[in-house]
Nanobody
Framework: VQLQASGGGLVQAGGSLRLSCAAS?????????MGWYRQAPGKQRELVAT???????NYADSVKGRFTISRDNAKNTVYLQMNSLDVEDTAVYYC???????????????WGQGTQVTVSS
């Protein structure tokens, strides 16, 4: 089982980016909660947004109104639409998900490899 993140890059302040993260591995895997975290240089990793299997969302105060988390359960993929980006959003963004390889096994937490988002002024 692995999580593959993509979509990072360099953007000017005020611009937008869309991150994606797909879970893959077992053909019978199922995914519970999913989320995005970020870590800026010299800072601890922090929560950005989470989404449950039925679509309930939660956001860090710093991104409310600018970022939108969504998911496609058929594709086991979570997205993060980031608008009105600010230089303070510069960080490595990591996806996280609770995944079980098949029914009967417990859910385990997995992390994606991280994708760099750089916002220039």
């Amino acid at each position: 089982v692995q999580l593959q993140a993509s979509g990072g890059g360099l953007v000017q302040a005020g611009g937008s980016l869309r991150l994606s993260c797909a879970a893959s591995g077992s053909a019978r895997l199922s995914v519970n909660g999913m989320g995005w975290y970020r870590q800026a240089p010299g800072k601890q990793r922090e929560l950005v947004a989470t989404i449950t299997s039925i679509g309930s969302t939660n956001y860090a105060d710093s991104v409310k109104g600018r970022f939108t988390i969504s998911r496609d359960n058929a594709k086991n993929t979570v997205y993060l639409q980031m608008n009105s980006l600010d230089v303070e959003d510069t960080a490595v963004y990591y996806c996280n998900a609770g995944i079980r390889e098949r029914i009967g096994l417990p859910y385990r937490g997995y992390w994606g490899q991280g994708t760099q988002v750089t916002v220039s002024s």
